[in-house]
């Protein structure tokens, strides 16, 4: 899971042509926090990929986690591009929920501090998301 984290993360990153600093530090702190060696982590930087990731396969607990994190990631450089967000609707949809999803779960995230910090009460509210 973690090498295809890392790989869809990156491939959100350079959606809009720049892969932002702090885009990195994200990347990387995921990497840590998922025990993945550095220099894979590093072999990806170099040679990001240039596809969609297929996340169907993913079973249903890290489903939610990867689109959270996927929304991290697209807030980081605090620049919100078409072209990431319509990347992240599509992995959105690949993750088994409708595309209204992104914009609910961005919203939820920024208006409410306590339920941000309160992944489950976040994960209950996009179930009703769910195709």
Do not use: W
């Not at 840590?32 to 550095?38: C, H, T, V, W």
């Not at 990347?87 to 501090?113: F, N, R, W």
């Amino acid at each position: 899971m973690s090498q295809k984290l890392i790989r869809t993360l990156l491939h959100l990153a350079q959606a809009d042509g720049n892969v932002s600093g702090s885009e990195l530090a994200l990347i990387y702190k995921i990497a840590i926090e998922k025990s993945l060696p550095m220099f894979e982590v590093e072999q990806l930087i170099q040679n990001p990929p240039r596809e969609n990731q297929e996340l169907e396969e993913l079973p249903e607990e890290e489903r939610f986690e990867y689109l959270y994190t996927l929304i991290l990631m697209m807030k980081m450089d605090g620049k919100l591009d078409d072209r990431e967000a319509e990347l992240c609707d599509h992995y959105a949809v690949s993750l088994g929920y409708s595309k209204e999803v992104i914009p609910q779960l961005m919203t939820m995230i920024e208006s409410d501090q306590q339920l941000s910090s309160n992944k489950e009460a976040l994960r209950k509210e996009v179930q009703k998301f769910k195709n």
